[in-house]
T-cell receptor, first 114, second 111 residues
Framework: KAGVTQTPRYLIKTRGQQVTLSCSPI?????VSWYQQTPGQGLQFLFE???????NKGNFPGRFSGRQFSNSRSEMNVSTLELGDSALYLC?????????????FGSGTQLSVL | DAKTTQPNSMESNEEEPVHLPCNHS???????IHWYRQLPSQGPEYVIH???SNVNNRMASLAIAEDRKSSTLILHRATLRDAAVYYC????????????FGKGTLLTVNP
């Protein structure tokens, strides 16, 4: 089975722009979560989607949003980018039922905001 | 979420066992203990998890104290590939599933 795939791998944007990141979960996984990783704050939970519905949300401003499609693929959008949004954005999927306690992470998208 | 405390760093020699400690004195009865690790330039990788009993899998063993206020991840024979940041995380599971990562322990493995 292919793992969690995130695109693009690297991205450079300027302040004020918006960005969309993409995540394809492992086949059969219906839950997709997003995390932000920075040197200062570490790994922080952004949100989780399950069957196209946001099920859980972390403490991030409304500029951070996401969605999930019927094929479980997910996108994350950040509007009006700030320098502090520079981070590694990680997507993770997990199966329903047995094994659902394990998260499978992608390699992330490294976003640099200039 | 209940908090965990881990040493900032540990060092080991190749092919020797490694014991990574984690304190979680405020753990609740429904909290599972999860361990993930993150190799350089990669996303975190699931290692092992448990509730009350000790657990073994092909990667590691998890020893949980009887009062559940601490646990130890055991790598039986460290290899250079085990050099990573190891995170100990508590999660009660269910639909409200989000992992709260701390700083973790940076494990260095010497050849």
């Amino acid at each position: 089975k292919a793992g969690v795939t995130q695109t693009p791998r690297y991205l450079i944007k300027t302040r004020g722009q918006q960005v969309t990141l993409s995540c394809s979960p492992i086949s059969g996984h219906r839950s997709v979560s997003w995390y932000q990783q920075t040197p200062g704050q570490g790994l922080q939970f952004l949100f989780e989607y399950f069957s196209e519905t946001q099920r859980n949300k972390g403490n991030f401003p409304g500029r951070f949003s996401g969605r999930q499609f019927s094929n479980s693929r997910s996108e994350m959008n950040v509007s009006t980018l700030e320098l502090g949004d520079s981070a590694l954005y990680l997507c993770a999927s997990r199966p329903s039922g047995t094994g659902g306690e394990k998260l499978f992470f992608g390699s992330g998208t490294q976003l640099s905001v200039l | 979420d209940a908090k965990t405390t881990q040493p900032n760093s540990m060092e080991s020699n190749e092919e020797e066992p490694v014991h990574l400690p984690c304190n979680h004195s405020t753990i609740s009865g429904t909290d599972y203990i999860h361990w993930y690790r993150q190799l350089p330039s990669q996303g975190p990788e699931y290692v092992i998890h448990g509730l009350t009993s000790n657990v073994n899998n092909r990667m590691a063993s998890l020893a949980i104290a009887e009062d559940r206020k601490s646990s130890t991840l055991i790598l039986h024979r460290a290899t250079l590939r085990d050099a990573a940041v190891y995170y100990c995380i508590l999660n009660s599971g269910g639909s409200n599933y989000k992992l709260t990562f701390g700083k973790g322990t940076l494990l260095t493995v010497n050849p």
